[in-house]
């Protein structure tokens, strides 16, 4: 079992910046892919980013691409998201997670354990 704990979302003005931190305990990920997914009221899930178990290879979508970046600290098990010059279409619950299968994927569906999710709110 894995237990992800998401913190750090809040309400900021558009143009600013979060730092979202997804804390793991239970059973070890450092060596699993890690996610940020989000949803936004009356839309579906969408992928945000991901990183691969060392952190030396990232992926985002296109949206959030030269404005969010994620990382990540094995020896803390936890993930981060950086999330610079946010926009209001940036809000949503933004929930971490963690696939148990080697490769990273943007698919929700391939990840195993999901937090509770931060809400994020982005005022124009």
């Known amino acids: 079992q894995v237990q992800l704990v998401e913190s750090g979302g809040g309400l900021v003005q558009a143009g600013g910046s979060l730092r979202l931190s997804c804390a793991a305990s239970?059973?070890?990920?450092?060596?699993?892919?890690m996610a940020w997914f989000r949803q936004a009221p009356g839309k579906e899930r969408e992928f945000v980013a991901a990183i691969n178990w060392s952190g030396g290879a990232t992926y985002y979508r296109d949206s959030v691409k030269g404005r969010f970046t994620i990382s990540r600290d094995n020896a803390k098990s936890t993930t981060y998201l950086q999330m610079n010059s946010l926009k209001p279409e940036d809000t949503a619950v933004y929930y971490c997670?963690?696939?148990?299968?080697?490769?990273?994927?943007?698919?929700?569906?391939?990840?195993?354990?999901w937090g509770q999710g931060t809400q994020v709110t982005v005022s124009s």
């Open positions: 239970g059973r070890t990920i450092s060596n699993r892919p």
């Open positions: 997670a963690v696939r148990l299968k080697p490769l990273t994927s943007s698919v929700g569906n391939d990840y195993d354990y």
